[in-house]
């Protein structure tokens, strides 16, 4: 079983940044991909961004290419998410996941932790 730990959320002004953390352990030798996702209140949960633990594979949510940078250390077993020029929009929990495989669902859920982007 991988557990996942959300960590760096907080306040923040639009136009500031935040950088999040994702932090793995357990039968980390599984994970296969680690994804960013994000729920506002009253909207369902979406994609953010990933990244394999291996490779240069990145994938990003339109609304926040060009903003965000997802990357790893595969000695810390950390993926990150660093969030440049926030928006109001951006606001919400935000949550990492990860996948087996190329085929299979996210799971393992962290508990999240709350961005805020004040206007």
């Known amino acids: 079983q991988v557990q996942l730990v959300e960590s760096g959320g907080g306040l923040v002004q639009a136009g500031g940044s935040l950088r999040l953390s994702c932090a793995a352990s357990?039968?980390?030798?599984?994970?296969?991909?680690v994804g960013w996702f994000r729920q506002a209140p009253g909207k369902e949960r979406e994609f953010v961004a990933d990244?394999?633990?291996?490779?240069?594979?990145?994938y990003y949510a339109d609304s926040v290419k060009g903003r965000f940078t997802i990357s790893r250390d595969n000695a810390k077993k950390t993926v990150y998410l660093q969030m440049n020029t926030l928006k109001p929009e951006d606001t919400g929990v935000y949550y990492c996941?990860?996948?087996?495989?190329?085929?299979?669902?996210?799971?393992?859920w962290g508990q999240g932790t709350q961005v805020t982007v004040s206007s």
């Open positions: 996941a990860d996948q087996t495989g190329p085929f299979s669902e996210y799971s393992h």
């Open positions: 990244i394999r633990w291996s490779g240069t594979d990145t």
């Open positions: 357990g039968r980390t030798f599984s994970s296969y991909r």
